[in-house]
C-alpha cells in the first residue's frame, strides 16, 4: 500500500510540476496581453492596432486554453483524490470491522471463561452445601489461586467447613463425656 501512495504521490507531484508551468505560462501571456492591450489603448496608428489586437486575441485564446488545462487537470487530481479517499475509507472500514470482531471476540471468549468459572464455584458451593446437610462436614471446595470474590468465598467456605468440624468434633468429645458420665451414674445408682 505504501507504494500505491507514493505513486500517488509522485503522480500528484508531476501534476502540480505541470500545474506550475502552465500558470507561469498564463502569467507570462497576461504579461503580454497586457502589453499588447496597452499599445491598442495608447496608439494612433491603425495598422498597429490591428497588429497588437490580433496578438492580444491570440494570447487571449491561449490563456483561456491554459485555464481549461488547468481546469481539467484540476479535476482529474480530485478525481484521484477521490479514489484514493475511498480506496483508504474502504481499508479503514475494514481495519475497524476486524477489530472490532476481534474485541467482541476476546469479550465472548472472557465472558464464556468467567461463566464456566462461577458455574463451576457455584457446582462445587452446592456439593459442599448438601455435605453440611447430610453431616457430612469433610468436604472442601477446591481452591484455586484466585485473588478475587470466587477464591475469597471458596475460601470463607473451606474456613467454615473447618470450624463446623472442629465445633462438631468438640460436640462428640463432650457427647462422649456425657454419656460416660452418665454410665457412671448408673452404676453408681445400681
Not at 496608428?45 to 483561456?64: F, M, V, Y
Not at 474485541?103 to 464464556?112: A, I, P, R, S
Request: aromatic letters at 4%; a negative charge.
Amino acid at each position: 500500500r505504501e507504494e500505491n501512495c507514493h505513486g500517488c504521490h509522485d503522480d500528484g507531484s508531476q501534476v502540480v510540476d505541470g500545474l506550475e508551468e502552465t500558470v507561469r505560462s498564463i502569467l507570462l501571456n497576461l504579461d503580454r496581453y497586457r502589453e499588447s492591450v496597452s499599445i491598442i489603448i495608447t496608439t494612433n496608428d491603425q495598422q498597429t492596432r490591428l497588429l497588437h489586437n490580433g496578438i492580444a486575441n491570440a494570447r487571449g485564446e491561449e490563456i483561456l486554453a491554459s485555464i481549461q488545462r488547468v481546469n481539467a487537470s484540476a479535476a482529474l487530481m480530485v478525481q484521484r483524490l477521490r479514489g484514493v479517499t475511498q480506496q483508504l475509507l474502504r481499508h479503514t472500514e475494514h481495519s475497524i470491522e476486524i477489530s472490532v470482531g476481534a474485541v467482541g471476540l476476546v469479550f465472548v471468549l472472557t465472558l464464556v471463561y468467567l461463566l464456566w468459572s462461577m458455574n463451576r464455584l457455584f457446582t462445587s458451593l452446592l456439593r459442599g452445601t448438601e455435605s453440611v446437610i447430610r453431616d457430612d462436614l469433610s468436604y472442601r471446595l477446591p481452591i484455586a489461586a484466585r485473588r478475587d470474590e470466587i477464591g475469597l468465598l471458596a475460601t470463607r467456605f473451606n474456613l467454615m467447613a473447618e470450624h463446623l468440624q472442629a465445633r462438631d468434633l468438640q460436640i462428640r468429645e463432650k457427647a462422649d463425656e456425657v454419656e460416660e458420665a452418665n454410665r457412671r451414674l448408673h452404676e453408681l445408682n445400681d
